[in-house]
């Protein structure tokens, strides 16, 4: 059972590099989600995703943009990478609470 | 603005030596609150959702309970292989189906 997928696993960036980071879910959920988790903040929420064709942002957008691209696919932009953007990013997604998610990407921004 | 605050940050355990983990909210309304446990290089992964005061859910050596403002998550006779970090989220009645993270509990469970 696959689930969530991301990819990559590993990134190193350097300041203003660009960079996707791809998220799949093959439980057929009408919605997903991007978070970060950086130690002691817990995970926050960037965007998400209530049903194909609509995204909205959360907690914490600036910096990022988001793609929907199909209801499988869920994606996270880094347009100008800063190191403050250096965290582990986790997709999600859910029909309904709880929400599902990958193993996340870690990124780091030099 | 919709908060949760887990307590401690971080809890060194014997093996078999029970204890609890807590997680205090602060929401408008309260649809759910939802157990994770986090093991490193991992993604969450789903333990309990508790939709009112008063109810409990038990799996294995782990049991959470709800009040009005808290949630406990107690672990019973602790092994290794149950340390890991533990995360708690709510979802509020305002939200849709956006969740609310703590910033979690990191158990250590040593032999």
Redesign the interface.
Known sequence: NAG?TQTPKFQVLKTGQSMTLQCAQDMNHN?M?W?RQDP??????IY?S?SEGTTDK?EVPNGYNVSRLNKREFSLRLESAAPSQTSVY?C?S?E?????????TRLSIL | EDQVTQSPEALRLQEGESSSLNCSYTVSGLRGLFWYRQDPGKGPEFLFTLYSAGEEKEKERLKATLTKKESFLHITAPKPEDSATYLCAVQASDAGNKLTFGGGTRVLVKP
């Open positions: 969530v919605s989600y978070y002691g903040m817990g995970l926050r929420l998400y209530a959360g986790f999600a859910s309904y609470p709880p929400q599902h998610f990958g193993d996340g």
